[in-house]
């Protein structure tokens, strides 16, 4: 049993950390996964996360609405993955051509609270199912490394992979965003890693890493 009021929040993410890869991977090609995992811990996930609570819940939406909007417009035709961290949407997956290409990212820019669009679809056939599962697999093990690395923050960091090109979103310091990188490009199966960082000042990492690590207040009875 995890005390949420005297474990650090490292420590606490550490253990949860192969739970929520494990049902990620098995239940979701690359697609959303809502856990219910119990109140106090949602609670302190929300409560460590680098982005507001506005933007947490505004990021939620935008997937939710960019997924469903964009498969109306293309149908078939393609494959579109809407990932969103602090506002900002990054599309990924495979369209017919360049003019859908624009289509998606207009449509994608005109979904409320989305801030900036960052277009990485790829004009050509669609994937294939077992180029999905290996990029889901990528993704687990990125995610996993991040968070064995005791110099990152990886709550602060959204990875998505697409045809073995590992994409990472979030609000890191320069140092942070580097290292995570360079733990990225060392796994087996990754092409590329693109970086859409928005960068914190050392004070602001500083800061937030010591709400991080502070005692959770005890939950009442």
Known sequence: ????TKTPWRKIQQSLAAAFLCVSTVASLQGCVGLIVGGAVVGTLSATDRRTLGAQTEDSAIVI????????LIGAAGHVNVTSFNRKALLTGEVKDEQMKELVAHEAASIEGVQAVANELEVSGLSSYTSRSNDTLITAKVRTRLIENKDIYANAIKVTTERGIVFLMGRVSQSEGALAAEITRAIGGVQKVVKIFEYLSDEEVKQYTYRANSPMPAAKP
């Open 1 to 4: 049993m995890i005390n949420l």
């Open 65 to 72: 609405k960019g997924e469903t909007r964009i498969s109306k």
